[in-house]
């Protein structure tokens, strides 16, 4: 909620509902809502977000603001599952198809880190990793002892692929939409996003890659951009 780009966005109500509800719709699509968690931190800035969430029904974990590795790993373990995969709360048009793809691989058991990040082949804002649980708490001390991977959470584990089993998903389908800006972080990116969310012919939940990078075209080249 104290985002300095775009202050309280994951309250900000986006075409009459609040921008967090897009992924939360979307993710008890495809999970039980026990195996959900909201990782926000103990700022009083965030009670509204935590009380909203509440009602839900969805479960919390509040850590620190600027530890975000620690505060994803101990949500982790309150849920304590074999995998941890992180959803950005500003990822409001998250692929729900991808996401059921990946989660399935996770089930498989094969992989320790599955990710369609590398490179950016997909848009900011539909990043998906998940991660096996203990092969995350191996990798922490590291990743606790620096700052830089403290709060971005992930890229130790980019650089160190050869200490377990990674698979990376890479978009081949749509090469135009490799690294176009979908994460809701600015002023722009939330008048963008009302405006996919107004013209869509599409419910959120089945928007999918071909249709957002379709209708981020049109909003790119549109007057009211």
């Known amino acids: 909620m104290s985002s300095s780009r775009l ?3 994951a309250l900000r109500p986006l075409e009459g509902k609040e921008s ?3 992924i939360i719709e979307k993710l008890l699509r ?3 809502k026990e195996n ?3 990782a926000t931190s103990t700022e009083s800035s965030d009670d509204p ?3 909203f969430v509440e009602k839900l029904g969805i479960a919390l974990y509040r850590g620190s603001l600027t530890n975000v590795a620690e505060r994803f790993y101990q949500a982790g373990l309150q849920l304590n599952c074999p995998y941890l995969c992180r959803m950005n709360g500003d990822n409001i048009f998250l692929d729900s198809q991808l996401l059921q793809s990946l989660l399935s691989l996770a089930n498989s058991g094969e992989y320790d880190f599955i990710s369609n990040v590398k490179d950016r082949t997909y848009p900011k804002g539909m990043s998906v990793e998940i991660v096996r649980t203990a092969y995350y708490e191996k990798l922490l001390p590291e990743i606790l002892a620096n700052d830089y991977y403290t709060e971005h959470v992930m890229p130790l584990v980019y650089e160190r692929a050869n200490s377990g089993r990674h698979y990376y998903q890479m978009n081949t389908d749509y090469p135009d939409a490799a690294g176009i800006q979908l994460a809701l972080d600015t002023a722009q990116d939330f008048k963008r996003s009302e405006w996919i969310l107004k013209h869509s012919s599409l419910p959120h939940t089945q928007m999918g890659l071909r249709e957002l990078l379709q209708l981020y075209k ?4 549109s007057p009211e951009r």
């Open 7 to 9: 202050p309280a966005k």
């Open 20 to 22: 967090i509800l897009y």
């Open 30 to 32: 495809l999970l039980p």
């Open 36 to 38: 959900i968690i909201l």
């Open 49 to 51: 977000l935590v009380n």
């Open 218 to 221: 049109t909003y790119e080249q």
